[in-house]
């Protein structure tokens, strides 16, 4: 195998909206990961694709894409309803595999899909960039080295602008069923952050939301309903004892970006971002000891799995992501900080543990596995 992977892209429109604003600047940067092709849903927009981002390949449909032997992976970022069909065809046809997250639009096309992916043999990584975040893997050093000690209260919260409106193309989120929406993604990133660098939940009593029930679409000046929700609001206990709460919400104007707090019996730490845990600028992250006075504390380069002169941003979590994934494949052994299928199913069982506190009102023990 060549030193750099050779990728097949699924979703490889220029106008998409996140691949544009990480995938693509993060694979056109990469050293590991060649863009070797794209794939569309159309000839034109195919061949268009191919020639913005110097692809080898152009295809319009995915079955053949993955059936390419000039590819050794596959990346799948697309709509997450859509996720399921081509992530499976890439399996199938021996392809490794980077799914987005949500793996599936629900636990049970998360579960499938991983147990063909262990069948095959295949390896996989879910985007769950915040495992990969720099300030991330060094904020779980400090807590594991003891830097707070006992970990007694923790909190996270993020706030995002944007909910009551939005393009057309855009409101197929409202539909909660299609598994694309705050308490998946925004909630899924943060609260799975929360669990990387502090410890899963043992129980969780919580509140999920729609606090805007509908929403205006820019383009075609209508309303339209919301199933979806908003606001997510989590309280309970860590594994290992501590008090945990967390709040994430979609509000409609200048969203507040994310902070999570640790509050240990020997010091606290501070992470803050500008807009999530796995996105934007790099997390600031701050500490003390056995004082008052919060200080920086530089990220060491011993987590930062790309160049130096990286894309910062959105790509650069996204490219710590190709660069474990490249590692793994070219060595024929994973690397173990890298979020796999099996990363996502246990944060699906989480997640629907969640809505089913919320639904039933009351606090439920989560489940180890």
């Known amino acids: 195998m060549p030193n750099k992977i050779r990728l097949g892209f699924i979703g490889a429109?220029?106008?998409?909206?996140?691949a544009a604003q990480s995938h693509f600047p993060a694979l056109l940067a990469h050293p590991d990961v060649e863009f070797t092709a794209v794939c569309t849903s159309n000839p034109q927009s195919a061949e268009a694709a191919k020639k913005a981002f110097g692809a080898k390949l152009a295809f319009h449909d995915f079955r053949a894409m993955v059936a390419s032997p000039d590819i050794d992976a596959v990346a799948v970022v697309i709509k997450v309803p859509s996720h399921y069909e081509p992530t499976k065809a890439a399996i199938a046809a021996g392809k490794h595999v980077y799914t987005e997250w949500p793996l599936g639009r629900n636990t049970a096309e998360a579960v499938e899909l991983t147990a063909l992916a262990k069948a095959k043999g295949v390896q996989t990584a879910c985007g769950l960039q915040s495992r990969v975040s720099p300030a991330l893997l060094y904020v779980k050093e400090l807590i594991d080295g003891g830097y707070v000690g006992e970990v007694l209260a923790c909190h996270a919260t993020c706030m995002r602008d944007g909910t009551l409106e939005r393009p057309s193309s855009r409101t197929w989120q409202r539909d909660a069923t299609l598994g694309a929406n705050t308490l998946t993604i925004a909630n899924g990133h943060v609260i799975d952050a929360l669990r990387f660098v502090a410890g899963n939940f043992s129980r969780v009593a919580c509140m999920v939301t729609t606090q805007?029930?509908?929403?205006?679409?820019?383009?075609?000046?209508?309303?339209?309903?919301?199933?979806?929700p908003d606001n997510i609001q989590v309280s309970g206990q860590l594994a290992r004892g501590a008090a945990a709460s967390v709040h994430v919400g979609a509000v409609p104007w200048a969203g507040g970006g994310v902070k999570i707090e640790i509050f240990g019996r020997d010091g606290t730490l501070?992470?803050?971002?500008?807009?999530?845990?796995?996105?934007?600028?790099?997390?600031?992250?701050?500490?003390?000891?056995?004082?008052?006075?919060?200080?920086?504390?530089?990220?060491?380069?011993?987590?930062?799995?790309?160049?130096?002169?990286?894309?910062?941003?959105?790509?650069?979590?996204?490219?710590?992501?190709?660069?474990?994934?490249?590692?793994?494949?070219r060595t024929g052994k994973p690397n173990s900080?890298?979020?796999t299928f099996d990363t996502a199913v246990e944060l699906h069982h989480f997640i629907d543990t969640i809505q089913r506190a919320s639904d039933m009102g009351q606090a439920l023990a989560v489940s180890a596995g």
Not at 212 to 228: F, G, I, R
Not at 296 to 317: I, W
């Open 212 to 228: 805007a029930k509908q929403w205006y679409e820019t383009d075609t000046k209508q309303m339209v309903d919301v199933t979806s």
């Open 270 to 329: 501070v992470v803050t971002g500008n807009i999530s845990t796995q996105r934007g600028e790099m997390l600031r992250v701050q500490g003390a000891q056995r004082s008052q006075k919060l200080n920086d504390l530089p990220l060491p380069t011993r987590y930062m799995h790309v160049p130096p002169e990286f894309p910062k941003g959105d790509p650069y979590n996204v490219g710590q992501m190709y660069a474990l994934f490249a590692e793994g494949i």
């Open 13 to 18: 429109n220029p106008k998409s909206t996140w």
């Open 337 to 339: 900080r890298l979020p």
